[in-house]
């Protein structure tokens, strides 16, 4: 690997990169959709507003 760390994936617990695929505004959170690009499932996450 040439002195590099393991590729990111969720086994190996490392961070896995994603690219947000969709992100709407819901009053007093968000919500937004990660496309992951080790195998293309989609998480979504519930981010707090902040005041």
Known sequence: R???GP???AVDGTPA???VQRARYLGRES???F???????VLTASVPGVL
């Open 2 to 4: 040439g002195g590099r």
């Open 7 to 9: 590729n990111p994936t």
């Open 17 to 19: 990169r994603g690219v």
């Open 31 to 33: 919500l937004v959709d």
């Open 35 to 41: 496309r992951m690009d080790h195998d293309g499932s």
